[in-house]
């Protein structure tokens, strides 16, 4: 590469640091594509240092002459996977199921509950297909396409722009549409487009897929445009995220203007008034399921009144005003090779199938779950019978069961068909994997491995949950990586903090680690850059990532708005031990934390060597703070309010949510920290209380306005 003239940075003209800010970029984009895309560096580490630093020197001594695109913000160069991030504007969300007609009249019945209607009151809803694809969200400005991100994480997705642009049933331009407009819906392909693709890359010797599904994500995931150009995907809108003015004022009517759009729209999308509507319509879709020519695996329910969908609002993952109805799961019957015991993160021994592979429905099965010790055997948690008392021996012919994506399990034994001289299968009271005693603690269906981090099984579930991608998900660090640095007699990472220590171990042994299979120079310098971009980390991601029992992803964001710190949560969690504390009450308090959960969190928090280790972890890190929702509309926000007496206009679970939603803290009774009391008819004690303490007090009709637009 050509030395560029070096001049001291103080002795630059504003002229000639914008001319070699040009240069610099221009040379360190194409050092980031030799080295990142086409495997070919052509400067030495060295050189790149010494140009990303002076590039830097230039930008702080010129901030007016930063570019845009400055690299000095990149992290390592194109992302290695090729494609840039997209941070979604509205989170895109996923759907809560329903598997039987009563979890529908159950999702009507939770609606009419929390906004407060009664069973006569009209309520309606649209009902279209739930297509098996994978999700899109479309970004146009001023009728104009700007971005495509797939759904990602649903906060983060990947910018497949280029590629949506080669899509036929995604317009480029629209007319007549809001400024802001984003349409979400779910990039798919025909089967007889599946057919003839597999067909094609067959002759050609290259990769078939297995289901329409997997064409499609691996169609829309090309790095190079020109293939998606080549593939047949189709879009149907059935969403949208932001839009600056509304599409219209129900759902159908939305779905309808975005038809008007360009966009293509389900035909069986129809108005539903209540569940048996919803069911029939159900029942029609499944009867016409085979003939339409893509996959779906289930019907989608959301209300029709846009306003009412604005005030269910959002749990932490799903909407409260959309389910998806499932189609029922397959089954297929086959021989149970053997029955073998995985030892989980939490230490519990789930007992697997191995099966002689069988298809059901589409996709090729050989391991599926037993859930428990008595589900083998063949009685529930309280002993009674299931399948009529029938235990599951190795050599049974079973019933495999499959819903969806969910894990097949083995659903069923069939007697006649047992071979001679099976046994019962003898569920193991040690842990198979370290020896440690496994108990079953009163109430608990799960026999667990009492071995703690001793247990190599546990600690390495540990590490792949930590890595895995609602949690730290670094790039080159999968669980086939944690599993052999586990292992790695050397270099071992036995806890999450030592992954953030591999690089100042000792040097002799890292010169190693880059001549180890599949270890090349470029690819440790890559691991130790996607482990240090990881180093600063939101809240949400951390407290999911600590692989506590009950607490999944949305627990662990239901947790991180709370508290929006690291050192807010933890000092909560050790006070809350206490369980006459404030800190208890705070914490089950919280909508979706129960106390199965709250004393998981304390107990984990109380317990030295887990302590230990969240804090080794933790001095690694940089954990970020939640977000602060921008509240400068909201009245409420930061206020501790108490809600009292009967409220006519809006439930207490919807004014709870709409007052958490605006930044309030809502608590159970009255003291001299409460804001505000909000007083319906029949108020009692606590309205006497907030007047002795001064507190303001307003009834429903005020509490109304005051939240109202905000
Ligand atoms: S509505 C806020 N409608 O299902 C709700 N989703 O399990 C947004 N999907 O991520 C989703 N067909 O990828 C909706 N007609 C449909 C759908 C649909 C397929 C997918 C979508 C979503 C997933 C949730």
């Known amino acids: 590469m050509t030395k560029l003239e070096e001049k001291p940075v103080e002795a630059l003209s504003t002229d000639e640091a914008q001319l070699e800010l040009e240069q610099l970029a221009q040379v360190l984009a194409d050092a980031n594509r030799a080295y990142h895309t086409d495997d070919s560096p052509d400067l030495s580490d060295a050189d790149y240092d010494r140009l990303k630093r002076r590039n830097l020197a230039i930008e702080e001594r010129f901030p007016e002459l930063k570019l845009d695109n400055s690299v000095s913000e990149q992290v390592g160069g194109p992302l290695a996977e090729g494609f840039s991030k997209i941070t979604h504007a509205q989170r895109m969300l996923s759907l809560g199921n329903a598997f039987s007609d009563e979890d529908v009249s159950d999702f009507d019945a939770r609606i009419r509950k929390y906004l407060g209607l009664d069973d006569t009151a009209a309520l309606s809803f649209t009902a279209e297909p739930k297509i098996d694809g994978l999700?899109?969200?479309?970004?146009?400005?001023?009728?104009?396409?700007?971005?495509?991100?797939?759904?990602?994480?649903?906060?983060?997705?990947?910018?497949?722009?280029?590629?949506?642009?080669?899509?036929?049933?995604?317009?480029?331009?629209?007319?007549?549409?809001?400024?802001?407009?984003?349409?979400?819906?779910?990039?798919?392909?025909?089967?007889?487009?599946?057919?003839?693709?597999?067909?094609?890359?067959?002759?050609?010797?290259?990769k078939t897929f297995a289901n329409p599904r997997n064409a499609a994500a691996g169609s829309l995931r090309q790095l190079d445009s020109e293939i998606t150009r080549s593939r047949p995907l189709k879009f149907f809108a059935y969403a949208w995220g932001v839009t600056s003015a509304p599409l219209a004022e129900t759902q159908f009517d939305a779905i309808a203007r975005l038809k008007v759009l360009g966009f293509e729209t389900n035909d069986l999308t129809k108005r539903c008034n209540g569940p048996t509507e919803l069911v029939a319509h159900y029942t029609e879709i499944a009867e016409r399921r085979a003939a339409l020519g893509y996959d779906i695996d289930g019907v989608v329910y959301k209300v029709d009144d846009l306003a009412l969908q604005a005030r269910l609002g959002f749990r932490s993952t799903t909407p409260r005003w959309a389910i998806a109805h499932k189609f029922p799961a397959e089954l297929a019957w086959t021989r149970l090779e053997a029955i073998e015991i995985q030892v989980g993160r939490t230490g519990a021994l789930s007992p697997v199938a191995r099966l002689q592979?069988?298809?059901?429905?589409?996709?090729?099965?050989?391991?599926?779950?037993?859930?428990?010790?008595?589900?083998?055997?063949?009685?529930?948690?309280?002993?009674?019978?299931?399948?009529?008392?029938?235990?599951?021996?190795?050599?049974?012919?079973?019933?495999?069961?499959?819903?969806?994506?969910?894990?097949?399990?083995?659903?069923?034994?069939?007697?006649?068909?047992?071979?001679?001289?099976?046994?019962?299968?003898?569920?193991?009271?040690?842990?198979?994997?370290?020896?440690?005693?496994?108990?079953?603690e009163e109430g608990d269906a799960v026999r667990r491995c009492t071995g703690g981090l001793i247990c190599p099984a546990q600690a390495v579930e540990k590490l792949k949950h930590f890595v895995s991608r609602a949690a730290f998900d670094i790039e080159g660090l999968g669980a086939k990586q944690v599993e052999a640095f586990y292992k790695d007699e050397q270099l071992p990472i036995k806890e999450p903090s030592d992954i953030f220590t591999l690089q100042t171990r000792d040097a002799e042994q890292l010169a190693k680690l880059k001549n180890r299979d599949g270890w090349g120079e470029k690819s440790v310098t890559n691991l130790f850059a996607a482990i240090d971009e990881k180093r600063s980390i939101s809240l949400n991601r951390v407290i999911f990532a600590l692989g506590l029992r009950h607490v999944g992803e949305s627990a662990a964001n239901l947790l991180a708005n709370h508290y929006l710190g690291w050192a807010q949560f933890e000092a909560a969690m050790v006070e809350a031990a206490d369980e006459n504390s404030p800190a208890w009450e705070e914490l089950i308090g919280i909508?979706?934390?129960?106390?199965?959960?709250?004393?998981?969190?304390?107990?984990?928090?109380?317990?030295?060597?887990?302590?230990?280790?969240?804090?080794?972890?933790?001095?690694?890190?940089?954990?970020?703070?939640?977000?602060?929702?921008?509240?400068?509309?909201?009245?409420?926000?930061?206020?501790?309010?108490?809600?009292?007496?009967?409220?006519?206009?809006?439930?207490?679970?919807?004014?709870?949510?709409?007052?958490?939603?605006?930044?309030?803290?809502?608590?159970?009774?009255?003291?001299?920290k409460t804001d505000l009391l909000i007083a319906g008819p029949g108020a009692g004690s606590k309205a006497k209380k907030a007047a002795d303490l001064g507190v303001d007090t307003i009834d429903e009709d005020a509490w109304i306005e005051l939240i109202e637009g905000a």
């Not at 971005?147 to 280029?162: F, L, Q, S, W």
């Not at 060597?609 to 890190?621: S, V, Y």
Request: glycine fraction near 10%; proline fraction near 5%.
């Open 135 to 206: 999700s899109l969200s479309l970004r146009y400005e001023i009728g104009q396409l700007i971005y495509a991100a797939t759904r990602g994480d649903g906060e983060v997705g990947e910018n497949v722009t280029a590629n949506a642009r080669m899509i036929a049933s995604i317009p480029q331009h629209l007319s007549g549409a809001p400024e802001i407009l984003e349409v979400r819906g779910e990039v798919y392909m025909s089967h007889a487009d599946f057919e003839a693709l597999n067909k094609a890359q067959a002759k050609s010797g290259q």
């Open 357 to 440: 592979p069988v298809t059901v429905g589409g996709v090729v099965v050989s391991n599926a779950t037993l859930h428990n010790e008595d589900y083998i055997a063949g009685r529930d948690a309280k002993g009674n019978p299931i399948r009529d008392g029938k235990d599951i021996r190795a050599g049974d012919m079973v019933q495999i069961y499959r819903a969806g994506d969910v894990i097949p399990k083995v659903a069923d034994v069939d007697l006649s068909k047992r071979p001679e001289g099976a046994e019962p299968f003898l569920f193991p009271k040690v842990c198979p994997e370290c020896g440690s005693e496994a108990v079953r």
């Open 591 to 672: 909508d979706g934390v129960g106390a199965v959960m709250a004393r998981s969190l304390t107990s984990s928090f109380a317990q030295d060597q887990e302590r230990a280790a969240i804090d080794r972890l933790i001095a690694q890190l940089n954990v970020k703070d939640m977000p602060k929702r921008d509240m400068s509309g909201s009245p409420v926000a930061g206020k501790t309010l108490v809600f009292t007496g009967t409220l006519e206009k809006m439930t207490r679970a919807e004014a709870k949510a709409r007052a958490e939603a605006l930044g309030a803290k809502v608590s159970g009774s009255v003291s001299a």
